[in-house]
């Protein structure tokens, strides 16, 4: 008995994180359906002047996801000129992430995708999307376009990191990491983590403590070892908060499409 | 079998592990993400769909931060790509701006081209 157990306990983990983790799952909506949201995503931001902001999606079920958390995947968009391989240049965004790497869960790397690769997985054609103020959007798209977002990114990877902390980083504190390298003009990382101990305020991970040292037993994308006391992470409703805070957001909805969005 | 149902309810419960936070899982490199635009762009004549080679941010120019030497600018302000070295950003917004009716793709990892190119060629060929 005592085997069987193992092994369903075993199967259903590896579901989960072949479900969570890896780039090869296919499309759970319907590609003319992400293709039309995606492209509504990127007209709405573009209808609102927006050069530079934060673009969330949701990669679980809704019922899934713990409580307070609605999105999975935090990124940036910068407006960009974009060489097509036909030869003819057009204007849109480009998303610049941090992405798990395939087959080392516990690792990242940056790329850039485009709006219908970025909702491509989404379980939701929802978006979240906060455009930060003029002068915030400027300097993220500097901090892109000189290549200094890349001195940001640490490649040891966990979904539940600590952002008071340089140990371990994910795809949102990436982007609050890029975020206050933007608003304090700098890309030391000890002083931005002084100053996101200081002025930021992360989110609760309500979840029981055994499951989360048998999750980082199982897990190579789950670790506790950068957290003492309560787990808190950043989420894209964090970010929000901290821009809406300093009065550093000028505008943050939940987007449905076609125009049907919800003021956060 | 009480022991079971235990094992069981607590392996569900471990399973919602990973929506903790993040799903940092990337689809750029999906092969299969390639075909289905490729075939989608063939039944909706409204969405065509192209790869990108590269994309450059483009940046607020405002007449007065334009460095001297460069080709003459209007007065206001102006979008330039920033891969123009010799122009200085502005923060000033230019209000609504443009975006392509293309659905713009990143090319999927190279070994997933040599998959994708030789479905294509076995296609061709019957």
């Not at chain 2, 989608?40 to 460095?67: F, L, Q, R």
Request: glycine letters at 6%; a positive charge.
């Amino acid at each position: 008995m005592k085997k069987y157990i193992l092994i369903a306990f075993i199967s259903i983990f590896s579901v989960t994180v072949n479900a969570g983790s890896q780039a090869n799952q296919p499309a759970t909506i319907a590609p003319e359906k992400i293709i039309e949201f995606a492209k509504d995503v990127e007209k709405y931001a573009a209808q609102r002047g927006a050069r530079a902001f934060i673009i969330a999606r949701v990669g679980r079920p809704a019922n899934e996801l713990p409580k307070g958390i609605h999105y999975t995947h935090t990124a940036i968009a910068v407006y960009s000129t974009i060489q097509l391989d036909n030869g003819k240049t057009a204007k849109g965004y480009a998303i610049h992430n941090l992405y798990q790497v395939d087959g080392k869960p516990n690792r990242s790397q940056l790329i850039q995708d485009y709006p219908v690769d970025f909702f491509w997985g989404a379980q939701q054609l929802k978006a979240g999307i906060i455009i930060p103020s003029d002068e915030i959007q400027t300097r993220l798209i500097n901090l892109i376009a000189t290549g200094k977002n890349t001195q940001l990114h640490n490649p040891k990877y966990s979904v539940i990191a600590n952002p008071m902390n340089s140990q371990k980083q994910n795809c949102t504190e990436y982007t609050l990491d890029l975020i206050n390298a933007a608003i304090y003009e700098t890309t030391n990382t000890p002083q931005l983590k002084a100053n996101t101990r200081a002025h930021f305020t992360p989110q609760r991970v309500k979840t029981s403590r055994i499951k989360l040292m048998f999750g980082s037993i199982l897990m190579e994308d789950v670790t506790t070892k950068d957290h003492s006391g309560k787990i808190a992470t950043t989420t894209f409703g964090a970010i929000n908060n901290y821009l809406k805070q300093y009065d550093l957001a000028k505008h943050s909805v939940n987007f449905y499409g076609k125009g049907d969005i919800e003021t956060l | 079998m009480k022991l079971t149902i235990k094992a069981l309810i607590f392996t569900l419960s471990l399973s919602a592990l990973p929506a903790l936070a993040t799903d940092s899982a990337h689809h750029t490199s999906k092969a299969s993400k390639h075909s289905v635009l490729a075939v989608t762009h063939g039944v909706a004549s409204t969405a065509t769909v192209a790869s990108a080679v590269i994309a450059t941010p483009v940046i607020v120019v405002g007449s007065a931060a334009v460095v001297s030497g460069t080709a003459s600018m209007q007065a206001g302000s102006a979008l330039a790509d920033s891969s123009n070295h010799s122009v200085k950003s502005s923060n000033k917004s230019t209000g609504p701006l443009v975006i392509t009716e293309t659905t713009i793709t990143a090319d999927p990892a190279p070994n997933q081209t040599i998959k994708i190119q030789q479905k294509q060629t076995i296609t061709h060929t019957h």
